[in-house]
């Protein structure tokens, strides 16, 4: 199903970042109170909330998997493509992202306010490019029957709504730096309306186009 390459590059991540998690939580003096903001913050949570990036990983290994199991057989060949590149670059990503938070709570990097709104404004424009890129490529299933969804119509979809993912992720990674702070809850939030404004429209033009074919 899954490239091999890329399930022992997921492996390894996934028990690196779970070996760093558990490793992290045995030097807490108690785990349901971790320091939010590094060694010596006031702001608490549980520990358990670490176990959410290996969590979101395995979470985006679901996806293939699922499709593993609809897809007809001839598609396989491309799923398996497709889902390597899918689960390589999430594997990176969410290590960086781990990586990023263990030294942090540590005391090892001490970024201030603006500075982590600044980087998770990267990070979520990251994350966006990298699903614009993968998403178009996408392994889409001929329709068998009337309750499947137009093949030509999701194949249009995917191509469009990776080119608005990845102009959004380039403006996240953009704004979140040169952005000054007050402006971005107007930006982004224009941003995502009119992505989504643009992703009805396409739909319905999609729609009206395959009416008159």
Known sequence: MIDRKALWIFIAVILAMT????????????????????PGSHNTVSGLVLFAAPASL????????IQWLALPKETLPSLRRWSGKWIVSTSVFMALLQAFVLTRSLGL?????????????????????????????????PQRNSFQPDSWKVSRMLRFGGKLFVGLGLAFVLGGILFPLEYWESVFGSLMLTALAAGIWYSIKLRHERSLQ
Not at 19 to 38: E, F, K, S, Y
Not at 116 to 132: P, T, Y
Request: glycine share 14%.
């Open 58 to 65: 395995l979470l985006f290994w679901v996806s293939p998997f």
């Open 109 to 141: 990097v001490s970024p201030s306010n603006l500075g982590m709104a600044r980087g998770g404004s990267v990070m979520i424009g990251v994350m966006f490019m990298i699903i614009g890129n993968i998403a178009p490529k996408m392994p889409v299933p």
């Open 19 to 38: 070996g760093a998690t558990i490793w992290q939580l045995r030097l807490l003096p108690d785990w349901r109170h971790m320091p939010l903001g590094g």
